[in-house]
């Protein structure tokens, strides 16, 4: 406790003033001259920057989108392409008349595609670079690579 009778209580500042006409205790802000509404605008603006900066972050994160065909075994197209250091979300749309499994190691997914159905799988941010993808079912035929640049 110091001369103004300040106490720090589980990390909060709890702050009077002995007043000698019998008045209410002051609060912190009181005590250190600042109104509850100056505090406030204070905080706003120091809140302002983390906001503004925050809003280019998570539009940079926005996953980009590719789209995959599977016919007659046959990947299409056989290397898409996506940007380099972004999430990736991966559309396989399965023509056939037989279940396919979208499979990579590489890109560390496993998923089964029903005859006539679509699956959607997420990737996480890549490096430059060739990323093999199959089909487990028939991966004699049915191969390709994303390509992020």
Same mark, same amino acid.
Request: some cysteine; charged content about 25%.
């Given at each position: ?66 789209? /995959?065909?599977?016919?007659?075994? %046959? #990947? ?5 392409? @996506?940007? $380099?250091?972004?999430?990736? !979300? ?35 941010? /890549?490096?430059?670079?060739?990323? %093999? #993808? ?5 991966? @004699?035929? $049915?191969?390709?690579?994303? !390509?992020?640049?």
């Amino acid at each position: 406790m110091n001369e103004t009778g300040a106490f720090i209580v589980a990390r909060r500042c709890v702050c009077f003033e002995r007043m000698g006409d019998g008045s209410p205790m002051r609060t912190c802000l009181e005590l250190l001259g600042m109104t509850r509404l100056r505090w406030l605008s204070l905080l706003g603006l120091g809140l302002a920057p983390v906001v503004a900066l925050a809003a280019p972050a998570h539009a940079a994160d926005e996953p980009a989108k590719v789209t /995959l065909t599977l016919k007659d075994h %046959r #990947f299409s197209p056989a290397e898409p392409t @996506a940007p $380099a250091g972004k999430p990736i !979300v991966i559309e396989v749309t399965n023509l056939d008349s037989t279940p396919s499994e979208f499979e990579s190691k590489p890109l560390r997914v496993e998923k089964v595609v029903p005859a006539g159905g679509k699956v959607t799988v997420q990737v996480r941010p /890549l490096s430059p670079g060739r990323y %093999r #993808f199959f089909d487990d079912y028939h991966e @004699a035929t $049915a191969e390709g690579f994303l !390509v992020t640049k």
